[in-house]
Structures are given as C-alpha cells and as structure tokens.
C-alpha cells in the first residue's frame, strides 16, 4: 500500500501486522471479507483523503495473519479490531467493514466502545442470517482451489471480470488461509444471528450496497439489516458486485470521505 507503515499490535497468540498511515484525528480501520486481506481495501485507501488516519489489516488466521491461532469466530474477531485501536491509542475512528468485516463491524459497535464515532459496512453480512445451514456448507467449498475461487469471482464475486493483477490478488488471497478460519466463516459465522446486539449500535451507520451484488443483495440488506440497526441508512452503488473495493474503489472512497466528514465532532 502507498504510504502506509507496517507496525507489530500484541493480539493473544502473538504479533498482528497492521498497516498505518497517520492523519487527521478519527481514524479509518478498515475490516475486509472473508477470502479478502488488506490489499483488497487498498485502491479505496489510495483514493482517499489524503489527510486521513488509516488501519489496515488481515483477520487472524488469513494472510500476514495466518500464524496466529484460533478461535477464528466473529466474537474473536471483534476482539482483535478493539485490541488494535487500544494499541494503536486511537481515540476517535469509523469502522470500514466489508461482506464478513462488516458483521464483526456491527458486533463491535454492539459492544458501544469509547471513540467510535460510525460504521461504514460495504456490502455486509446481515444480522439476521440470510442464508441456511445448507447454503452455508456448500459455500465453505468456495475457496478450496484455484480453479473454485476463479469460479466464485466470476458467478458470484463480482458483475465485471477484474482486471488481470486484481483477479490474481483475490485468487491468491483467497487461499491463504489457515483451513479452521477459512471454514469459521462458513459454518459459523455467517448464520450467527447477532440482530440482539445490533440493535444496541448508537453511532452512525451508513450502508454501501451494490448493485448487482449476488451475496448480500440490496433488498436482502433491507430486509434483514435496515431494520435490525437503529438510524441505519443505505447507498446503492451502481454498476458493481460483492466485491466493490475492488469494482467501484472511487466511489467508494468518495462516500466514506463524506460519511467522515459528516460526523459530529469529537466531544472534549
């Protein structure tokens, strides 16, 4: 990533890779999704205000992540992102979540923690489970090769096909997994239903939707998020798929730059 740093946080089971780039007070963290890393955020971040603070980095058991141990659940998840803004000593950010990240997203404001002032959830996972056990397993196959995760970036990933050096990202990234958090998602996670604890969220919430997205589509988030998270309001961004980072990273990074500017300031 262009002008970001690479820092060590202490996580339980040992060092977390986090990527930096200081700024402005509130922070960005961004959380990317299952199958994702922090290279997925990556043509948003360059895209974005160049003043802004932002965190980067891949969930344990993924990437620069996947030496460290399990669980790999949602709730540990949610964990590690309060662990690295306590040592990172951010005292104001907004939670960028996408597709899974989004769900750990929403567990952590859940939680109301001291200097999260929003959520920015791309394309997220719902609350309330969308999909059924049945679905859940036959979608824990998706990454077990190249030739799978090819397969699910061109049925279902995406709306376009990626340029060559991102589609080799995403395959790449896909598969570079610890195979118990590859699998937490699936049959774990994704049907947790945490619509209890979403409803205690009291920040902003601004949802970005894609248009032709296969995973969590646009009238699947009505339905199952808008009216779990009090105050939620959702965009649709046109002409994408699941994988908008990737597909619309302009205007994606447009609408983050207006949610964080539009935040009430910092109470002192």
């Known amino acids: 990533m262009n002008q970001m740093d690479m820092r060590q946080v202490n996580v339980p089971g040992g060092p977390l890779p986090v990527w930096v780039r200081d700024g402005e007070p509130t922070a ?10 922090h290279r997925t955020f ?33 709730g540990r998840l949610a964990d590690d992102v309060l662990d690295v803004v306590r040592e990172l000593g ?7 979540g996408h597709s899974m ?27 309330r489970p969308a999909v059924d056990a049945q679905a ?17 970036l061109q049925h279902v990933l995406t709306h376009r096909p990626l340029p060559a050096d991102l589609r080799e990202q995403v395959l790449a ?6 195979d118990d958090a590859r699998l937490a998602w699936p049959l774990h996670g994704i049907t947790e239903d945490i619509a209890a604890a979403a409803a205690a969220i009291d920040v902003p919430v601004h949802i970005l939707a894609g248009e032709h997205d296969r995973v969590d589509p646009p009238a699947s988030l009505e ?7 009090p105050g939620a309001r959702m965009t649709v961004i046109e002409g994408t798929g699941h994988l908008s980072p990737l597909e619309a990273p302009a205007r994606l990074a447009t609408e983050i730059d207006r949610f964080a500017a539009a935040l ?3 109470r002192t």
């Open 42 to 74: 990556a043509p948003v971040i360059d895209r974005l205000d160049a003043g802004r603070t932002v965190v980067s980095y891949d969930h344990r058991g993924w990437g620069a992540a996947r030496g460290l141990p399990g669980p790999y659940g949602i």
């Open 28 to 37: 960005l963290v961004f959380l990317h999704y299952w199958g994702g890393s």
């Open 173 to 178: 990234d896909s598969l570079a997994a610890d």
């Open 223 to 229: 339905a199952d998020l808008l009216p779990v998270v």
């Open 90 to 96: 951010l005292g104001r950010y907004v939670l960028v």
């Open 264 to 266: 009430a300031p910092a």
């Open 136 to 152: 859940a397993d036959a979608l824990s196959h998706a990454y077990d090769s190249r030739a799978t995760v090819g397969d699910a």
């Open 101 to 127: 990240g989004g769900k750990v997203a929403q567990l952590v404001a859940s939680r109301r923690p001291d200097g999260l002032a929003g959520l920015v959830l791309v394309a997220p996972a719902p609350p």
